[in-house]
C-alpha cells in the first residue's frame, strides 16, 4: 500500500505563488506516474497536472499549462506542484495522485489518492 499526505496549501492572494508537496511512503516511489488533481465545491475532481515514473515527461491540463509546474524528486520521495500567477478560479482542494501507468491524467486511472490540501485565492 502506498500512503500520500499533502501539504502547503494556504490562502495565497491572486498572482501569488505556492508549493505543493506530497510525500509518499510503503512502495517504491520509482513504480509510480504521480499527479495532481483539484476539486471545488460542486464540481467533479479534474486533473492538473502529471508526471512520468522517470520524471522525463510531464502534461499540463490547459487551464494550468504556463503557470504550475510538477516535478519529483526520487531521493526524497516527493512530488511537487510549483504554482505560479494564481487566479481565484484555482481555488479548490488540491489532491495528490499515484498510479502504475505511463501517466495518471484521468482520476479513475489512479491508484493511490492522498486527503488533499485546501488552497484558497482571494482576489
Known amino acids: 500500500q502506498v500512503q500520500l499526505v499533502e501539504s502547503g496549501g494556504g490562502l495565497v492572494q491572486a498572482g501569488g505563488s505556492l508549493r505543493l508537496s506530497c510525500a509518499a511512503s510503503?512502495?517504491?516511489?520509482?513504480?509510480?506516474?504521480m499527479g495532481w488533481f483539484r476539486q471545488a465545491p460542486g464540481k467533479e475532481r479534474e486533473f492538473v497536472a502529471t508526471?512520468?515514473?522517470?520524471?522525463?515527461?510531464?502534461y499540463y491540463s490547459d487551464s494550468v499549462k504556463g503557470r504550475f509546474t510538477i516535478s519529483r524528486d526520487s531521493a526524497k520521495n516527493t512530488v511537487y506542484l510549483q504554482m505560479s500567477s494564481l487566479k481565484p478560479e484555482d481555488t479548490a482542494v488540491y489532491y495528490c495522485?499515484?498510479?502504475?501507468?505511463?501517466?495518471?491524467?484521468?482520476?479513475?486511472?489512479?491508484?493511490?489518492w492522498g486527503q488533499g490540501t485546501q488552497v484558497t485565492v482571494s482576489s
Open positions: 495522485a499515484a498510479s502504475t501507468r505511463a501517466l495518471v491524467a484521468d482520476p479513475r486511472r489512479s491508484d493511490y
Open positions: 508526471i512520468s515514473r522517470s520524471g522525463a515527461n510531464t
Open positions: 510503503g512502495g517504491t516511489f520509482s513504480s509510480y506516474a
